[in-house]
């Protein structure tokens, strides 16, 4: 083996196996098993520029088996990202060090994506490669032609959201899309044979990928593997064989090099093994030289598009321009004037439909439910192989993928996805949905049919606790909207907080509007607000979303002929209210003696609200299959049922 | 085509069509096109007894493809199950009818699953067949050998869970399992190559699967296959290239026929291009003894069986018999004897230790994380292809395949399935637990590494909402025990509750004991109970769960310091304590004026007993890499922050 090749990939494993005793937790095996690859893939095929990590045609390279983060944290290091110094790499795992157990994404840091839950890389690899391949189209290829490059393994492969995304991939043929698979047959019980007996060839061939098998320590197989990829036709996967924990003669192949620190007598023999010669967490200086001009190839890169990018700079700009408020206004001033009942996925589609027409960074899909979530307007061109100019994702039946690639989308340069499909399948979308809260990303979930309100389709399909386990993820937006007016207001804060993803749940039942002045003030930003009071002196609060305002209103007006004087505060989006003043939820809050909730969903989730003396109507049982009226009357979700018990509450 | 074969498939035709369009919604696309596969299925090979649909040798049918529910009951109608009438037909999707929008699991009426989220029946499926290869192992060929036949759309193929399942099954070499795949290349948006490009063949072979395509509309073709597939070495798909809406002159092998009524006219088509003269709902005489005669084989087939089963009657009780006391007696004493310092997961590893010893239907396993969720015994076996006399399953990093393979173990023959993973991956098995819930199963999930307590694999890894998630919903125990005694508690609750499904929340990290007295009454059974009191008269009470026990129990003492006295109450299971008594809940909630919460997670399911007053202690944001007392030191999970707000809360 080359010496340089030696020495440079020994830097990565010395590094990796040094940060992990020292934080005493973490994963060695992968960085030894990998550092081979990821040294000829830095070393001779990744355009990246550690000067400037935001550089827009880098190739991007992402950790989908995230455990092995400090394979990525030694390459960032090692090729002069600022980020991470070595201070970081010693603190690995430890507060307030970039060096977290798992990466995590900050942009400007050559930490592309957050990783850990696993295959949920590779999902963002294929909406990386599809944001490559839209804005080639858009751009050009002097501004846009990079590759995405993801690292998988075996754990990865066996998660189901990685059949969904590599199979959309393959019907997409990005070409652009390498996966690096570790293929090292080890998981975290034993050998991967214990669970697994796939032949990879045929999987990832059956998927329309090109699939190639070297071995992972052999560098002139791991170049002419990089090297052939460079002119691919078609998504491919180079399966390396590896040997994880490469270079502990005790450990390496085994699953005890996988998740803990491999110990101080076992490293010395791997400093043996290795011929590394080295303090912990000492780069010899020829080394790390020999690094560094890696990392500094890609200024010139960079550098020599730059010019190109100025040149074109009107167009990128024009391309990443985003055109909102022409269209929230026309719609704000169309709901007023038309004034009807409308369902709200319906309310959602209108408001798209306006917003299609302008220019901005939209890339609207569906999981296969494009006529029920009411995402695809009429002005939608759809993404498919040959066809990359366009605004609009067929995902097929495959929410989490989607879900995972919408992130990559985000990541990738700021695009603004929307994905649709049911409220009850956000379960399925959950682990990506996380994912787009946690690294600040602004995605949109269409999730339409938001309650026992679909009818027929009954239990399996109504959701009951979903509403409630979303508003509980951190840093996720919950919108509910009560009708077309709301429904606009929702979508101008989604598309408003930069940081913030978000739900819109949306029903597949008509809604009356509720609203029906214009307001220059965006009432639902403020969470929750009165709709309605039945006299200037209140003693009861009644809290709703959605599809149940209407409920509400019409309660509080029953109660009113009884002297029980009420106001409405609609809310549709708990989140957001959560973060008001706190004088402007005492007002909302406390005003009243009494309170209740409506929402057709979970209850739990309004105790905060109403507190224990309050009276929360919703579901705490599965649904039922029959035409949606009968289900609210089964349920006693009625006026009358409403008014009955909360007459009784007050009267008490 | 045959006559018969003609009038029989046409009678599943149209009673699903006239179904549909009476109950003017539902999806009359897949059974027009899957009823010549049925036909032939259920004619010449499924081995059934409508008058003993709980025949334990039964084959089982899976509609994974759960939304072509007309399909199933037009079949138990037809062939004579009591549990499905014409009236029940005539009442599809209404209230109290047993035709639900999707299928719905009741044991006894042929119904073997509830199905709709796509890709679900699959694992489900994988699930039977392991426990018929399970149960053929302890009771012989004799007593169980029987086939499972699971029918799957594009849709469910696309879902991740299919590959997962498959993927299990095929390393498994299930040889009774057969896939009847729809192959009819419609989905909801269109024809699935707008999303989807796969070799089929290619696919699952990759899983070690064989695979036959033949016409589904041929009889022939369909005979031969089945026939085929008797003596098959591994799972089998057979492909059935059919036409969705079949016999629809105007919609079939369209999107247009899947998933809503064809129209009056249409029919009025439908029945003349199939030659069906007869009225709606109406099945001739002759038709509807055809289709009795092939349900009444299955009666002398259940007979005949019975006389062998009955000789061998106590073997099969045997191997279905739970033996739990002892080991639960046993381990508890364990507990008050050693009385030292364990982690919850470490103390649900010797309880199981306990159990695994004992003859009982439990079937372990781990989603390739059986060190960390100590989830293996000694004692087990590990199930594999070659060894099925076995009782764990290693399920690879397939946490939603575990899941829905979980269910389908529960269901078959009520083996009492626990698969583990970290509580944070709950998200990755979210629609199966759903389904575990709305079926009524004891299934237990065994969910590890419960919060930031974890550690240093940071914020991926760390559950903040999903506690409060899963708490949500309905029909499912999540148990967040405090100590070993606790966790036998809650392991013993679960293994109690027949009908419910349950979560244990375990840590990662050591707790102390907080229960050092022998008791006869599981304290757990209530949900929520006292374990600590300062004074006999008290103003605050402190609610706490899991590793958070042991903080209220010091901060109780702290604040006793100060004058301040309090209960500390344990709530190892808010779902079983909401269903206590009232006066029982009074004396626990309501004893104290103030009231705060301590626990490591999302605080929102706290309100509902500290109401809109009292403090939640908690974290509402992501978690943090780090070693697992400076994250609790971090987000202010200690003593000393606790002990202060609440003596100003109290002294305000």
């Not at 400037?52 to 989908?64: G, H, K, M």
């Not at 899909?365 to 029920?372: I, K």
Request: net charge positive.
């Amino acid at each position: 083996m080359n010496k340089l090749h030696k020495d440079l990939s020994n830097a990565i494993r010395f590094l990796s196996i040094d940060a992990v005793q020292k934080a005493n937790s973490g994963h060695p095996g992968m960085p030894m098993g990998m550092a081979d690859v990821a040294t000829v893939l830095f070393k001779n095929f990744l355009r990246f520029n550690p000067k400037n990590p935001n550089w827009l045609n880098r190739d991007r390279f992402v950790l989908s088996a995230g455990h092995g983060s400090m394979l990525l944290y030694s390459l960032l290091h090692l090729t002069g990202y600022k980020s991470i110094s070595l201070n970081d790499i010693k603190n690995f795992r430890q507060l307030k060090s970039i060096c977290a157990g798992h990466p995590e994404y900050h942009p400007g840091t050559g930490i592309e994506t957050t990783t850990g839950p696993l295959g949920q890389g590779i999902a963002n690899s294929v909406g990386f490669a599809i944001a490559e391949e839209i804005l080639k189209k858009k751009l050009g290829k002097e501004i846009i032609n990079h590759k995405t490059y993801v690292l998988a393994g075996d754990g990865c492969l066996m998660e189901g959201i990685s059949h969904e995304a590599m199979s959309l991939a393959g019907h997409l043929k990005l070409k652009n899309l390498v996966m690096l698979f570790d293929n090292n047959s080890i998981s975290i019980d034993g050998p991967t044979s214990l669970a697994v007996s796939d032949n990879f060839k045929k999987r990832f061939e059956s998927y329309g990928w090109d699939y190639m098998l070297i071995n992972g320590h052999n560098e002139k197989e791991i170049f002419a593997a990089l090297k052939k990829v460079q002119n691919a036709k078609k998504p491919t996967v180079i399966s390396c064989k590896t040997k994880i924990g490469y270079g502990s003669p005790n450990k390496s192949g085994k699953a005890s090099s996988h998740g803990s620190p491999i110990g101080l007598d076992e490293i010395k023999l791997v400093r043996k093994v290795l011929d590394w010669k080295h303090e912990p967490f000492e780069v010899p200086k020829n080394i790390l030289n020999e690094w560094r001009k890696i990392g500094n190839k890609g200024v010139k890169l960079d550098s020599a598009w730059s010019k190109i990018y100025k040149r074109k700079k009107n167009l990128v700009d024009k391309v990443f321009k985003n055109n909102f408020s022409k269209a929230l206004k026309s719609e704000k001033q169309n709901s007023l004037k038309e004034n009807k009942s409308l369902a709200s996925r319906k309310a959602s589609e209108l408001i798209l439909n306006a917003l299609t027409k302008e220019n901005n960074t939209l890339i609207g899909g569906s999981a296969d439910l494009a006529g029920s979530n009411n995402t695809k307007t009429k002005y939608h061109n759809a993404i498919n192989f040959g066809n990359f100019n366009g605004d609009y994702i067929h995902y097929g039946v495959r929410e989490h993928a989607m879900s995972g690639i919408m992130n990559g989308l985000a990541l990738h340069s700021k695009f603004i996805p929307y994905g649709g499909t049911f409220l009850i399948f956000s379960d399925y979308c959950k682990p990506s949905i996380r994912l787009s809260a946690l690294m600040q990303q602004r995605v949109i979930y269409v999730m339409t049919h938001d309650s026992i309100g679909l009818g027929e389709d009954g239990p399996t399909h109504q959701p009951i606790e979903q509403l409630s386990g979303l508003r509980s993820i951190p840093n996720l937006n919950v919108f509910r909207p009560a009708d077309r007016m709301e429904t606009i207001e929702c979508w101008e804060l989604s598309l408003k907080n930069l940081k913030t993803p978000s739900v819109l749940s949306l029903t597949r039942q008509n809604l009356e509007p509720i609203r029906k002045k214009y307001s220059n003030i965006n009432k639902c930003s403020f969470g929750a607000y009165e709709v309605l009071r039945t006299n200037k002196k209140i003693n009861l609060t009644i809290f709703a979303s959605g599809s149940e305002v209407n409920l509400a209103i019409e309660t509080s007006h029953k109660l009113a002929k009884d002297k029980i004087y009420s106001k409405v505060v609609s809310v549709p989006c708990q989140d957001i209210f959560d973060l008001q003043s706190k004088s402007y939820k005492k007002k909302i809050l406390y005003e009243a003696k009494f309170k209740i909730s409506i929402e057709a969903a979970s209850t739990d989730c309004w105790k905060k609200y109403i507190g224990t003396e309050g009276l929360a109507f919703g579901i705490d049982t599965f649904g039922k299959s029959a035409p949606y009226k009968e289900i609210y009357e089964y349920f006693r979700l009625t006026v009358k049922n409403i008014s009955q018990k909360t007459k009784k509450l007050i009267k008490s």
